[in-house]
Nanobody, 125 residues
Framework: QEQLVEGGGGLVQPGGSLRLSCAAS????????IGWFRQAPGKEREGVSY????????YYVGSVKGRFTISRDNAKNTVYLQMNSLKPEDTAVYYC??????????????????WGQGTQVTVSS
């Protein structure tokens, strides 16, 4: 069964760091672009970052540029999101997603074939 499983969320103080992981099982991430999305209470889900299957293309939403880094380890079939200098406004449930086709913008949630269950990130003092 194909699935994505996120981990690494938790409670952190402002200015702190977390590293989220997204492990795939039942399929190889070698053939998929990977996106990270987040959804805060009362808000729509938004794209945070994306890395193409080759790794050649990487994107970030403006609010996280310079603070978040997406990486992938195809040998471990896992993608990571390193989050530094966290702010209270980063509080949300974070989801990873995988897509095989490239016809839509990476920001479009409908472009993705598989989604993880989400992991809670809370930034608070």
């Amino acid at each position: 069964q194909e699935q994505l499983v996120e981990g690494g969320g938790g409670l952190v103080q402002p200015g702190g760091s977390l590293r989220l992981s997204c492990a795939a099982s039942g399929f190889s991430l070698d053939y998929y672009g990977i996106g990270w999305f987040r959804q805060a209470p009362g808000k729509e889900r938004e794209g945070v970052s994306y890395k193409s299957r080759s790794g050649a293309n990487t994107y970030y939403v403006g609010s996280v540029k310079g603070r978040f880094t997406i990486s992938r380890d195809n040998a471990k079939n896992t993608v990571y999101l390193q989050m530094n200098s966290l702010k209270p406004e980063d509080t949300a449930v974070y989801y990873c997603a995988a897509r095989r086709s490239y016809g839509r913008s990476w920001l479009d949630a409908k472009a993705y074939d598989y989604w993880g269950q989400g992991t809670q990130v809370t930034v608070s003092s």
